[in-house]
Antibody, heavy 120, light 110 residues
Framework: QVQLQESGPGLVKPSGTLSLNCTVS????????WSWIRQPPGKELEWIGN???????NYNPSLKSRVTISVDTSKNQFSLKLSSVTAADTAVYHC??????????????WGRGTLVTVSS | QSVLTQPPAASGTPGQRVTISCSGG????????VNWYQRLPGTAPKLLIY???QRPSGVPDRFSGSKSGTSASLAISGLQSEDEADYYC???????????FGGGTKLTVL
């Protein structure tokens, strides 16, 4: 059964870069799109962006200038980099798998999430 | 202000039928299919319904989804204690060019 597991530093300094990995176990990374979604404390879920199997990506316009999502198929892993972080980027970060049904996509599998705190 | 509006809380007794609403607009629910997720405490969100009313394999048929206009609903029939969780709706927004989520509904089984 396919599982997603986030990993990375739990504390990042302001103005630094947040870097997280998501390891896909029990299945292939091909044939899907791979996403990051976050939830700041007490706030709603926020989509960060997707990386498609084709190599293309799209990001939330509100974060686009600071986000990079990439995939390493050799490690069955995908990653998130968010630059110039502030306290507003403190959140639980989830990785998720996107699946296509007919013309539509949906997140069919999520990781449990990892808390990243931005603080000096 | 959330793009998608859900009631913050809902409750029911075992065996009862409960409905959770998700209200949006013409650029999201009015144009695209809605997905629903369940998050039990300390676990990863789980897909319950995709494309308005499709159930993934393994999800009990007690869970059903529907949509009308710019609102969607998740119904849970035969409520069980293990259904106590947070429920979220999600949909692509054509104006924001982003996935948007409801604020979540905390379901309590009394």
């Amino acid at each position: 059964q396919v599982q997603l597991q986030e990993s990375g530093p739990g504390l990042v300094k302001p103005s630094g870069t947040l870097s997280l990995n998501c390891t896909v176990s029990g299945g292939s990374i091909s044939g899907y799109y791979w996403s990051w979604i976050r939830q700041p404390p007490g706030k709603e879920l926020e989509w960060i962006g997707n990386f498609y199997d084709s190599g293309s990506s799209n990001y939330n316009p509100s974060l686009k200038s600071r986000v990079t999502i990439s995939v390493d198929t050799s490690k069955n892993q995908f990653s998130l980099k968010l630059s110039s972080v502030t306290a507003a980027d403190t959140a639980v970060y989830h990785c998720a798998r996107g699946k296509q049904w007919l013309a539509y996509w949906y997140f069919d599998l999520w990781g449990r999430g990892t808390l990243v705190t931005v603080s000096s | 202000q959330s793009v998608l509006t859900q009631p913050p809380a809902a409750s029911g007794t075992p065996g009862q039928r409960v409905t959770i609403s998700c209200s949006g607009g013409r650029s999201n629910i009015g144009k695209n299919p809605v997905n629903w997720y369940q998050r039990l405490p300390g676990t990863a969100p789980k897909l319950l319904i995709y494309s308005d009313n499709q159930r993934p394999s393994g999800v009990p048929d007690r869970f059903s989804g529907s949509k009308s206009g710019t609102s969607a609903s998740l119904a849970i029939s035969g409520l069980q204690s293990e259904d106590e969780a947070d429920y979220y709706c999600a949909v692509w927004d054509n104006s924001l060019h982003a996935w948007v989520f409801g604020g979540g509904t905390k379901l309590t089984v009394l």
